[in-house]
């Protein structure tokens, strides 16, 4: 991000009226940059990690972030862990899109009759508080051992936020733009596509950001509950399944993955979505 020049307002040397400009310093250019802010957010909380590790001086409590690092390599080197990880993130991405698609149809119903906008109402309101983990004995019922009943909370997880977000934005766009889009004969999908999902987008954003987060940290949950699926565990089952064994620095490797596949996601993948979408069209600052 390429920072422009400041305009720094000193009074000089007997003037009290003087004005400088002056070009920011590499440091001030450096710290302008929302990057190198959560750079150095995160090193800090590193450093914080590894001294509190190493005062406590217990592995089986607390074990400090290089012992972290080297259990993470290890598990990386063996395998063990991208498996793992790969595990969880092929069960989200399914539970994920299935879920997306579930709440278009519902918030496509929701704006064009209002019987199905009264039944998303009616049906976020129940269902949104329900945490999605406390049917998971009711989906094991359902859908047995396998990947099925992970899918099935995972959609929970995500359709209502996202339906809820998406609802509200459609509603929030202002009657100018509607009457746009009529007048240029725009109806049903056309409409939705052309008029609602551009200008609702922030909140439909901000939906699939709360769904993302509810989803991730809902499977990891799961597996340490469920287990083992299909005779492969994912990254709540590594996590589960080390601290069985005591290898505690295995347990916060498997919590760091946790964490650094949500900051790639948070950062790369959504960051990357708003700058192309909401920030070129001018919706946000």
Known sequence: MTSKARIVMRPAEGDATGEVERELSFLEKAWD??????VAII????????????????????PPLSDTFAALLDNIRSGVLPARAWTSLKILLMGYAAGIVMAGILTIAAINTRLGSDFLE????????????????????WFGLGNGSLVFILIHSVLWPVA???????????????????NYGLRGFAFIRKILIPAAFPSILAGLKIGWAFAWRTLVAAELVFGVS?????????????????????????????????????????????RRTVLRWGLQS
């Not at 940059?33 to 959560?38: A, E, H, I, Q, W």
């Open 33 to 38: 940059n929302s990057g190198v802010r959560k």
């Open 43 to 62: 090193l800090a909380l590193a450093l914080i990690w590894e001294a509190y590790g190493r005062w406590t001086d217990n592995s089986l409590l607390f």
């Open 122 to 141: 009616t049906m976020t309101a129940m269902f949104s508080p329900l945490p999605a983990i406390a049917l998971l004995p009711l989906a094991l019922l």
């Open 164 to 182: 809820l977000n998406t609802h509200s934005g459609f509603r929030a766009v202002s009657t100018t733009l509607r009457m746009v889009g009529r």
């Open 230 to 274: 299909s005779g492969q565990g994912g990254l709540g089952w590594f996590i589960f399944e080390n601290r069985n064994l005591l290898e505690i620095p295995s347990v916060f490797a498997g919590l760091l993955t946790v964490i650094l596949i949500g900051l790639v996601v948070e950062n790369l993948i959504f960051r990357t979505i708003e």
